[in-house]
């Protein structure tokens, strides 16, 4: 089964696929991306997903000239020509190739569509849980678009691994802790399943809308307001969420247990209810 890209439509193997030195995605990071999964060949929330592409477009102000009809069509043959049953989507709008100047082109914009393969978390991972740190969180103010500045939450990531941790929580002067790196943040505490509200330092995760939808179904009360660190530390469970993660149990915090050490009935739960009815788990 191959790798599969589309770029400015075309078909063609992933390996092939190339783009200009002078992407404005390559010289600014001046593009937005998603990432959706499949199960079962079916990308899952997809509805969802392009409706946050389509508002991370419209906050950097880059305009298509396709629509959701024609992207949602290419993501389809592009699936369908990879024949994974569980793929990584991955999209991505650049505001197109031209020669480097700050403002704004006047050009085609670069649209790209890769399909890999992606892989569950670990058995034993996820039974176990895994291990977060926090570093400060020095992004751009605009967290709720879905951009390609990613660069701090490169390092925050490499400073987790170095540390031997999964994930890293990205956290404000003040203590209050924003999200992870590439993940949702999700606390248990007094009952109730709390996260970080949403705003210009949080983005607005599908998969966090789509556990605190499993959770009222559960009749788990939910709360989302800003979360400190210390409260993070308190915390009776600790989870994050994510496209390619799912739902993953938290088990320590800076070296810090959280509740007895495994991932708690809550986190068990939600992740057990994550995927869709009928889906396999490797």
């Known amino acids: 089964m191959p790798d599969i890209a589309f770029l400015n439509g075309a078909f063609l193997p992933l390996a ?3 783009v200009s030195v002078e992407d ?32 991370s477009l419209a906050e950097v102000r880059i305009a298509p000239d396709w629509g959701r009809a024609d992207l949602e069509g290419w993501i389809a043959v592009a699936v369908e020509r990879a024949g994974y049953p569980e793929a990584k989507i991955y999209i991505q709008v650049t505001r197109g190739a031209a020669p480097r100047d700050h403002k704004f082109p006047d050009v085609p914009v670069t649209t790209l569509v890769t399909v890999t393969p992606i892989a569950p978390l670990p058995a034993p991972m996820q039974e176990a849980g895994v291990a977060v740190i926090s570093v400060p969180d020095l992004r751009w103010g605009r967290c709720d678009v879905k951009s390609l500045q990613l660069l ?8 987790a691994a170095e540390a031997g941790a999964f994930e890293a929580l990205l956290t404000g002067p003040d203590g209050v802790v924003n999200e992870g790196a590439g993940s949702n943040l999700f606390i248990v505490s007094g009952g109730a399943l709390v996260t970080p509200a949403l705003g210009p330092r949080i983005l607005a ?5 789509y556990v605190l939808d499993l959770a009222r179904k559960m009749g788990l009360a939910t709360q989302e307001r800003d979360l400190s ?4 530390y308190d915390a009776d469970e600790v989870l994050l969420s994510g ?40």
């Open 205 to 209: 995760g599908v998969s966090r809308a």
């Open 16 to 18: 092939e696929a190339r």
């Open 24 to 55: 404005r995605g390559f010289l600014f990071g001046d593009g937005v991306y998603e990432v959706v999964r499949t199960y079962g060949a079916t990308p899952f929330l997809l509805d969802r997903h392009l409706e946050r592409l389509e508002r």
């Open 152 to 159: 701090p939450n490169v390092l925050a990531r490499q400073e």
């Open 229 to 232: 660190l210390a409260e993070v």
């Open 243 to 282: 496209t390619t993660i799912e739902v993953v149990g938290v088990v320590h915090v800076d070296g810090r247990t959280v509740g007895d050490g495994r991932p708690g009935p809550v986190t068990r739960r939600l992740a057990g209810a994550f995927r869709p009815q009928g889906s396999k788990v490797s």
